[in-house]
């Protein structure tokens, strides 16, 4: 099966400065890639996702790349404010729009932005 | 509310007692997830309905659980005979299309 390997598992940068998370998947058939911001005690809420068919995609401060060859996709956070501060997952799967299996999460990373 | 609901939010047993949670997705997604979340942990994938049709389940779904989705709109989560290890946060999820999955809040579950 799938599996997601998440560095790092801890994160501490100074507000306004940039956040990058990498991860890195076992199986070669995965082609969807979300990634879930997790605030304490609340639920997982997915904030970009990418498909294989896409090495990079950008909204506004986040952005996400992927590098199939390499089997590695990153999340970019830019200009980091402290609403920011959450744990962070990433995923990867067979599909999402053509059916197939549920995610393989990542173990998280709890990112701290610092005033 | 038009997202992901889950009943009951929170549920407290005794061991070897059976629980079971429901999950009402959003109105026009056809796809339903279960997973399970413990402290510390990224949630882990449990089963997926596509309608009605139960299409994968993972092998951490142990015979003392079992989900339906009889007419492909809400689901029911079972736990029989429930043990302290199956104390957890357990989330649904559902998804359309192309469009990625998003979680209810989650029914946490505490086995004493």
């Known amino acids: 099966g799938e599996n997601v390997e998440q560095h790092p598992s801890t994160l501490s940068v100074q507000e306004g400065d940039s956040a990058v998370i990498k991860c890195t998947y076992s199986?070669?058939?995965?082609?969807?890639f979300p990634w879930y911001k997790q605030e304490l005690g609340k639920r997982p809420q997915l904030i970009i996702d990418?498909?294989?068919?896409?090495g990079e995609k950008k909204d506004q401060r986040i952005a996400v790349t992927l590098n199939k060859t390499a089997k590695h996709f990153s999340l970019h956070i830019t200009e980091t404010q402290p609403e920011d501060s959450a744990v962070y997952f990433c995923a990867a799967s067979r599909g999402s729009g053509g059916g197939a299996d549920g995610l393989t999460f990542g173990k998280g990373t709890h990112l701290i932005i610092q005033p | 509310d038009t997202g992901v609901s889950q009943d009951p939010r929170h549920k407290i047993t005794k061991r070897g007692q059976n629980v079971t949670f429901r999950c009402d997705p959003i109105?026009?997604?056809?796809?339903l997830y279960w997973y399970r979340q413990t402290l510390g942990q990224g949630p882990e994938f449990l089963t997926y309905?596509?309608?009605?049709?139960?299409?994968?389940k993972s092998r951490l779904l142990s015979d003392r659980f079992s989900a339906e989705r009889p007419k492909g709109s809400f689901s029911t989560l079972e736990i029989q005979r429930t043990e302290q290890g199956d104390s957890a946060m357990y989330l649904c999820?559902?998804?359309?299309?192309?469009?990625?999955?998003?979680f209810g809040p989650g029914t946490r579950l505490t086995v004493t």
């Open positions: 199986d070669s058939a995965s082609n969807y």
């Open positions: 990418i498909r294989s068919n896409v």
């Open positions: 109105s026009e997604h056809n796809r």
């Open positions: 309905f596509q309608n009605e049709a139960q299409l994968e």
């Open positions: 999820a559902s998804s359309e299309g192309a469009v990625g999955e998003y």
